[in-house]
């Protein structure tokens, strides 16, 4: 692990840096260039990325790269589909390159996810250059290696495991970042607050006061901070079959909030959130552990949604953690916590204990 503020290591089979900076698209540019000896590549973008970065992008990418052709994916988790996945494959056959030619892929975890498949899949695998452009994508899902896209049988479930070459956040980038987004990313910073390291509570308490709160400098420490942590879990489990599972914190009540409500109705980062508080609880209830929530209620009140429209339809978010991804054995697969900081994998043998965690969890976010 590399402890510059500005840069971590993963330690899986194969080792990459994430690099962390405010406006040096160009350092990343070169680097690439000379790294790979190449003067061409190519550049996956979402679009509200082109739209708002477009000259700063292209004017740092040229002055590396003699050849650079761009396909921007239309935003939003629609994209994440086999039929972009596959206009994605075709494009990227027909331009002039190699097996080494860098696909630099930038954008949220949706242009992240099937930019990564595509690298993996044309040429059987081409260097991934992943370059995130929000808050959730900067501090998660660019950093292990998981790429993938939806299917109508579910979301995430065609894909494979490929890390990229260099992870390369550009805090610039969050500038333009929309308000909602900054709470998916929110949410699984406190979740590693939880799993691993209640100090970055702290610091996201420095970086939320007002004059603060959307100046992505500040975020700069946070940012490194979550990546560490991610990096950490990681690099020791790669296929996700050990401590991987504790990235899930939240996420399996978190899930089925989405589904139920149908996916839109709320974001990620509140359906996490509210999740996060679900398993506090069942941490109370199943492990005798009392969690300290208190960050939870600070930031409840700051962002405020209700889950009251799902009152009457507790079996059925039940019904719906039967179905999550990380069922075993049929039995619900939850992440809680002995103590903040200490997680622990259970099992839910009987999916009724789960009704007065849901009704709690109802009631509070009113
Ligand atoms: N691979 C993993 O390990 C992993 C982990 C977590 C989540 N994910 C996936 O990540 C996806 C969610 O990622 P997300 O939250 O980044 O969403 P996203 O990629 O959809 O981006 C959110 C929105 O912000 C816009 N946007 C992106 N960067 C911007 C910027 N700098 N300025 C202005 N607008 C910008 C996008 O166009 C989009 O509308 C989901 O598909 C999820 O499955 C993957």
């Known amino acids: 692990m590399n402890n510059r503020l500005n840069q971590v290591r993963v330690e899986s089979k194969k080792h990459y840096d994430i690099m962390l900076e405010h406006n040096k698209l160009g350092v990343l540019a070169k680097v690439v260039s000379q790294g790979y000896n190449s003067n061409r590549a190519l550049l996956i973008v979402d679009e509200w990325v082109h ?24 935003s939003g988790e629609k994209s994440k ?32 996810d099937l930019g990564g498949f595509v690298a993996a899949s044309a040429l059987r ?37 490929y890390q990229p070459e260099i992870v390369f956040s550009d805090t610039q ?39 603060n709160s959307k100046n992505p400098e500040k975020w700069s420490e946070i940012i490194h901070r979550s990546a560490q942590i991610k990096a950490e879990i990681v690099s020791e ?10 990235l899930n914190f939240g996420h399996t009540f978190g899930h089925a909030i989405e589904n139920i409500a149908d996916y839109g109705t709320f974001s990620h980062g509140e359906a996490v959130f509210a999740g996060m508080y679900a ?31 799902l009152r009457n339809r507790i079996p059925e978010l039940i019904s719906q ?18 103590a903040i900081g200490v997680p622990v994998g259970f ?20």
């Not at 970042?177 to 420095?206: A, H, R, T, V």
């Not at 489990?237 to 504790?246: A, N, P, S, V």
């Not at 109370?284 to 949604?305: C, P, R, T, W």
């Not at 839910?348 to 009113?366: C, G, H, M, R, S």
Request: hydrophobic fraction near 40%; charged fraction near 20%.
């Open 125 to 161: 695998g081409m260097p991934l250059i992943h370059i995130p452009t929000t808050l959730l994508a900067m501090v998660d899902s660019s950093i292990g290696g998981k790429t993938g896209i939806n299917h109508t049988s579910g979301k995430n479930v065609i894909g494979a495991f």
């Open 237 to 246: 489990d790669t296929l996700e079959k050990g401590i991987r599972e504790y």
């Open 51 to 74: 739209h708002y970065h477009r000259d700063w992008v292209v004017k740092n990418l040229n002055n590396h790269f003699n050849y650079l052709s761009t396909y921007v994916v239309p």
């Open 321 to 338: 953690m039967q179905k999550d991804k990380k069922v075993k054995n049929q039995h619900i697969r939850l992440v809680l916590l002995n």
């Open 279 to 309: 398993a506090c609880l069942a941490s109370e209830m199943f492990l005798g552990n009392q969690v300290d929530k208190s960050i939870l209620h600070d930031y409840a009140k700051h962002h405020h949604f209700s889950l009251q429209s």
């Open 173 to 211: 980038f969050l500038q333009t970042l929309p308000q909602k987004e900054w709470m998916n990313g929110l949410s699984e910073i406190l979740k590693y607050g939880f799993i691993k390291d209640p100090d970055i509570f702290s610091l996201i308490d420095q970086a939320f006061t007002k004059e």
């Open 347 to 366: 099992t839910v043998e009987k999916p009724d204990v789960l009704k007065p965690i849901w009704q709690n969890t109802i009631a509070y976010f009113n």
């Open 81 to 112: 589909n086999m039929t972009q996945f596959g206009r994605l494959l075709s494009w990227v056959l027909e331009q002039p390159v190699e097996r080494n030619t860098p696909i630099l892929v930038m954008g949220g975890g949706v242009v992240g």
